[in-house]
């Protein structure tokens, strides 16, 4: 079995996403909840409290991601976690958002090597439940990852996911696999994260680093088969989709008013129109519906064919 893990995507990968995935197509190791953002509240807001449930992920293997710069509060959080049953928690110094990063958060920590090994110290020293980094390389620049990496290794983390973008590229531009290569040359527990968007691409990592962990996401959302096909399992269909888009729907209309749904609705299935013929264009037809012409459009979707090798196409 290949190691596969579902990427957190806030506002995307929700508990009813990951319920629905993990009982239809299966072949994920773990599903990362979006982050969870402590303050000195010491309380979750109603998006966050939902998202960690354990009754919302019973039978899901999910871990629980934490973003903050202060120590405390994610000490806070981690026990949090902890109460809840949850065996790992997940640090995210990555988040290239400019609110998140104005408040020297998420890939904001980059920014201050002096000031992230002291939070690193820190949790490291008194978290009870193991740690997992998602890091970035850098945040102006990838030769800021050789200082990064140098920090990164004195810690005992569970694992370190690397994407190997910089913050000011957010999702765009190219990979830096020379640096995701550096990482690859210490002891450090690694995961890949960034752009494997099909099974070719996939398979290329693969060869590149047998065995290596892979973190998807909008791989996933647009080919939710992908870990499966990538276990030597059937590649997606058509009533596939259609399953998956009736079950997240009937799951969310039992949670949300009408208008909510429908926004959940075609945040993923914009992603997942990726998966047929003209997909930029399948794309744009979901992406412009209102609840009153999302259903006319999701059909008209459906009666596209499949990509020969479906995925995501930015
Ligand atoms: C809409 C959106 C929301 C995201 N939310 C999170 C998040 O909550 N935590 C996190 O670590 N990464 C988050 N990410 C980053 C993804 O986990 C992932 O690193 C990124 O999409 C690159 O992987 P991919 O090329 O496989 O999509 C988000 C990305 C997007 C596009």
Redesign the pocket.
Known sequence: MMDIRS??????TDAVFRRVHHRLFGGVNRY?I??VSPTSHHCFPPREQRDVAPENNAGVPVIP?I?TRYPEHFLWAAQEMQDRGYDEV?L?I??PSGTVTAKGKGAGMLREPDALRTFLDEIFAHSRLPISI?TRIGFASPEEWDALLDILRQYPMKELIV?PRIRTQF?KGGVYSEAFALAAQTELPLVY?????DLPACEELQQQYPGMPM??????LANPALPRQLNGGAPLTVEEVRRFHDALEQEYSQLFPRDQVHCRMRGIMKHVACCFERPEKMMKLIAKTNPHTYHDAVEKLLLQPLREAPG?VP
């Open positions: 990427a957190p995507m806030e506002g995307l990362y979006p982050f991601q973003m997940n995210n990555g988040c998602k994407h999702y994260n960034g752009d494997l968007f973190m998807l996401g909008r791989g996933l995501y």
